[in-house]
């Protein structure tokens, strides 16, 4: 009878109408992305990039390999000659298969010189692999592409591996709200 009753009464109805009336003046849980963004969470780790060094513009890495040794993916791909002078290593070559990646972290905490960094850009979609194979040029670019939301800001992310370096060696020096990423936009 109560079962009836509901069904002529469109009770059920009227309830969940009434939970769809209520959220109207309720703040909304979500975000109209792309145009607004969450801001993230420090150590977040998005698109790979070679930190360009202020000094030299160019990448800092020694050709150590520690970052492809401990890669549990085995996605990085490294060579490199010898200086004959030196007896230092030069990097010849230096990939990266971000399809492969599983942003473990552990390439940019073990590296010793803070060359190679999983930055907090998320968005890089493509319709190809092959974008996603990032070598040597690509990733200062993907610095470059990271570091410019940065102009003129101050940057840092603690969770960067940095032992040797003095804080001037840093790009940018103390991270303050993120500009970009954490910004959320008005309509
Ligand atoms: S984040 Fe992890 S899986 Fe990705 S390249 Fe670095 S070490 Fe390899
Ligand atoms: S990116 Fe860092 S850990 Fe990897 S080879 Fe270069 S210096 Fe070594």
């Not at 990271?146 to 040797?164: A, C, S, T, V």
Request: charged share 30%.
């Amino acid at each position: 009878m109560n079962n009836l009753l509901k069904k002529i009464l469109f009770i059920d109805l009227i309830k969940g109408l009434l939970i769809t009336f209520k959220t109207i003046f309720t703040t909304p849980v979500t975000i109209r992305y792309p145009k607004q963004k969450r801001p993230l969470e420090d150590g977040f780790r998005g698109r790979h990039a070679f930190v360009r060094d202020p000094e030299t513009g160019k990448e800092r890495c020694v050709a150590c390999t520690k970052c492809a040794q401990v890669c549990p993916s085995q996605c990085i791909y490294i060579d490199y000659s010898i200086n004959p002078e030196t007896g230092a290593r030069v990097l010849t070559k230096y990939e990266i298969d971000a399809l492969r990646c599983i942003f473990c972290g552990y390439c940019e905490e073990v590296c010793p010189v803070n060359a190679i960094v999983l930055t907090e850009y998320f968005e890089y979609a493509s319709y190809t692999r092959e974008e996603n194979y990032f070598n040597r040029d690509r990733l200062l670019i993907n610095w470059d592409e990271f570091i410019g939301q940065y102009e003129r800001k101050e940057y840092l992310n603690k969770f960067w591996h940095l032992p040797g370096i003095g804080r001037e060696r840093l790009p940018v020096g103390k991270r303050q709200p993120n500009p970009i990423i954490g910004r959320e936009e008005s309509q």
